[in-house]
């Protein structure tokens, strides 16, 4: 017979107070956590990653790590797994927001409660997850858009902008993009001429931007990039096609990792909306809470900031990622 780590707990409860096994025995078992992450498609998925295995490490939790190389389906494989092993708690940063709903009942009817960082899913029935954590990807969409309008107030127009898009299908490309748009779109001056994924790398990015300068060169006023990594390939387009970075073009990204500062110090960012890959603190606190049976918050949601260029090089030794 299975037994999950609340049944295991009251049982140990039970023999100790007949006398017959010391509380001790259960101190001894380690939380269990199963995490799919999404894969290391940048910077900031690299800081994400160490922040979650150094809490765990620091927490005392046994985590069992999976790298989904931004496939769905290895990420589901991987739930799988940590459902055939039984562990405490699953957690994942979904690759996209749809097609999760099958694994997840499976998680539920095992009993497991799921924990989503960073990237949440469209399910019928949210009950499927305990929380969602991390940040507010349609209020960084706003906070770039307002910086923009605030830019160009006193630019009469038209203004073309060009936009890389994150992983197609993902929460924060979605949300990004909607927020921003949200913004802009109450200024006729603002036109979106190009829209595209890069798929959040920097090498796409960089790829997509030549596309996007071949097609419309000096038409370009502005560049919104749904994070820093595409926002960096970008710019290396931007100057072999011989024009200025930060000047010619205005750059717009999400995540202000620790390149975008070096970029911006170097005068080729204007600006980078915080997003913060630190979550295993947290997460590791959520994990102990659930476990313990503990209410929890259906939406955690992480405090963050914007930074212009203009700050860059006075916040760059704070930076941990």
Known sequence: MSMNRRTFSAAVAAASVAGTLP?????????VLGFAQVGAESEWRTANTESIKSSAQEAGIDLKFSDAQQKQENQIKAIRSYIAQKVDVI????????GFENVLREAKAAKIPVVLTDRSVKVKDD?????????????????????????MKDNKGPVNIVELQG???????????????????KDPKFKI??????DFTRAKGKEVMEAFLKADGKNINVLFAHNDDMAIGAIQAIEEAGLKPAKD????????????????????????VECSPLLGPQLMSAVKDIVAGKP?????ITKEGIFPMEVAAAEFPKRKY
């Open 91 to 98: 957690a994942f940063s979904p690759v996209v927001e749809t």
């Open 127 to 151: 009950s499927l997850y305990v929380t969602f954590m991390g940040s507010d990807f349609t209020e960084e969409g706003r906070k770039a858009g307002r910086w923009l309008v605030d830019k």
């Open 23 to 31: 509380l001790a025995a259960f101190a001894q078992k380690k939380i």
């Open 167 to 185: 992983t197609v299908g993902s929460a924060p490309a979605i949300d990004r993009k909607k927020g921003f748009e949200e913004i802009i779109k």
């Open 296 to 300: 929890v918050p259906k939406r955690i």
């Open 193 to 198: 001429i190009r829209s595209q994924t890069g």
């Open 249 to 272: 073009i205005i750059i717009i990204s999400i995540d202000a990792v620790k390149g975008a500062f070096e970029a911006m110090m170097a005068g080729k960012l204007n600006v980078s």
